[in-house]
């Protein structure tokens, strides 16, 4: 079993800055991938950011210069530096990660930010 904590969430104002932490545990071999996805109320899931334990990353075009993913791949702890918020980046935020071809999710933490 492999057990995902995520913490780091809250309520700013529109231009603050929030980090993520998303830790994993449990029966982990090898992570491969790992990443942040959100969903807002009403709407699907969609990716974030995502980066790989040779650190490429990958970033949706709405968080572009705004949003920085990062790891440690020694404490298989994931983080999402985000800057610049907007009200739009309101949402549940998700940390996955991939071992083995498995995909495993955390339970999410919210993101509000007020304008």
């Known amino acids: 079993q492999v057990q995902l904590v995520e913490s780091g969430g809250g309520l700013v104002q529109a231009g603050e800055s929030l980090r993520l932490s998303c830790a994993a545990s449990?029966?982990?071999?090898?992570?491969?991938?790992m990443g942040w996805y959100r969903q807002a109320p009403g709407k699907q899931r969609e990716l974030v950011a995502t980066?790989?334990?040779?650190?490429?990353?990958n970033y949706a075009d709405y968080v572009k210069g705004r949003f920085t993913i990062s790891s440690d791949n020694a404490k298989n702890t994931v983080y999402l530096q985000m800057n610049s918020l907007k009200p739009e980046d309101t949402a549940v935020y998700y940390c996955?990660?991939?071992?083995?071809?498995?995909?495993?999710w955390g339970k999410g933490t919210l993101v509000t930010v007020s304008s």
């Open positions: 449990g029966s982990i071999f090898r992570i491969n991938t």
């Open positions: 980066i790989t334990n040779g650190g490429r990353t």
């Open positions: 996955k990660v991939e071992i083995q071809g498995m995909d495993y």
